[in-house]
């Protein structure tokens, strides 16, 4: 952050004996490995950032880099905490080591089946009922809020594959509890990052992604896919929209602070809002192309069900495991915010205003 300096005429002012008051713009910098034209980005972040530029009348001035240019998917947290960012997006799920206690509760994307739901449920858990992840923060010298998630997850191929005899033995990207439910339905489950993933898809190192149908658009993944099948695998809500730089954020007025926070929930819908549509877009345009929309079998269906039905109990076992002795107390109390944010949802429909408002009043105006 670097605060301007005062003009040769404050400065001659000052020196006469007139009181001027120091100038406070602030040049703020921000990055995401996105690209300018994913969904993220251009539905939530730029839009997010120009209006915090204008609400402080230009007191807050931000420049964004794209594209990973300012860091990839791993590196965006420690650049962000460092300060070589004064802010970032962050995704919890590659940062595992440095963000325990919430990656563990968003590697469970197999029950994320309403995004909005469990963007809820997330914003409230980490800022409001998660000590350890606040303190995981505080470790990584950084303030995170505004968490949101991605559209609902599916399954895209390079081929047909929608039955459990296609799926075995195919390369399917997929992290976290994801990759556990592939391997268990007889997948080979490959970690990489989305950024990776069309590479991955163009030298044959992936038969197969789970993701959003916005992906088949955002990362190209419809010069590769043939089929994309239309049952959900979940959601994957462990998007960290807004990362600042602990420093960087103490330094910033009180109105500043007061304004981001203000512009948190707006931030989260508008992401999730917008994974729909252009989903249905990216499908349509799949479609035009050859590509075609399946259902998984029945076996298929079945087993997918019986891993969401365990896959609270399943990451339990996993956090326990893995070193995490309140596991059980993470994963029990996101599992009932979850149920509290579904109620919500049957009330808020398909009414983002609605949304929110619940956001603004369950968890920004609590904190």
């Not at 007191?59 to 650049?79: H, I, Q, R, S, V």
């Not at 969401?308 to 994963?331: F, H, P, W």
Request: aromatic content about 8%; proline content about 2%.
């Amino acid at each position: 952050m670097k605060t301007k300096m005062l003009s040769l005429t404050a400065a001659a002012a000052l020196s006469a004996g007139f009181m001027v008051p120091q100038a406070k713009a602030l040049d703020l910098t921000f990055g995401t490995y996105v690209s300018p034209t994913s969904t993220t980005f251009r539905a939530g972040t730029e839009p997010f950032l120009q209006r915090l530029e204008e609400q402080s009348n230009g007191d807050m001035k931000w420049e964004a880099f794209t594209g990973g240019a300012m860091g990839g998917p791993k590196e965006l947290l420690g650049n962000a905490g460092s300060g070589v960012l004064d802010a970032s997006g962050v995704v919890d799920i590659y940062v595992k080591a440095s963000l325990p206690h919430s990656s563990l509760v968003s590697g469970m994307l197999i029950v994320g089946e309403d995004p909005a739901a469990m963007a809820g449920a997330m914003n409230e858990f980490q800022l409001l009922n998660c000590p350890k992840c606040l303190e995981d923060h505080e470790k990584n010298n950084v303030i995170a809020m505004g968490f949101t998630s991605t559209g609902t997850y599916h399954l895209i191929c390079k081929d047909e594959v929608h039955t459990k005899d296609q799926l075995a033995g195919k390369k399917v990207r997929a992290v976290g509890g994801m990759g556990r439910a592939m391997q268990s339905l007889g997948a080979t489950a490959v970690s990489i990052t989305t950024a990776e993933m069309y590479e991955a898809m163009q030298r044959g190192q992936m038969d197969c992604a789970t993701g959003s149908a916005a992906w088949l658009d955002t990362y190209n993944l419809k010069d590769f896919s043939k089929s994309i099948v239309s049952d959900s695998l979940g959601s994957y809500f462990g998007i960290m929209g807004f990362v600042m730089n602990k420093d960087v954020w103490e330094e910033l007025s009180d109105e500043n602070r007061a304004i981001i926070k203000a512009n948190m929930p707006a931030l989260v819908a508008d992401i999730v809002w917008a994974y729909e549509p252009e989903g249905v877009e990216a499908i349509k345009n799949l479609e035009a192309a050859g590509g075609k929309v399946y259902e998984f079998d029945q076996t298929l269906k079945d087993e997918v069900a019986a891993l969401r039905d365990a896959e609270y109990d399943t990451t339990i076992a996993v956090g326990k495991e893995g070193g995490l002795d309140n596991s059980e107390e993470l994963v029990t109390t996101f599992k009932t915010l979850v149920e509290k944010w579904t109620g919500i949802m049957e009330e808020v429909g398909d009414d983002k205003e609605a949304f929110i408002e619940a956001l603004q009043r369950e968890v920004y105006d609590k904190i």
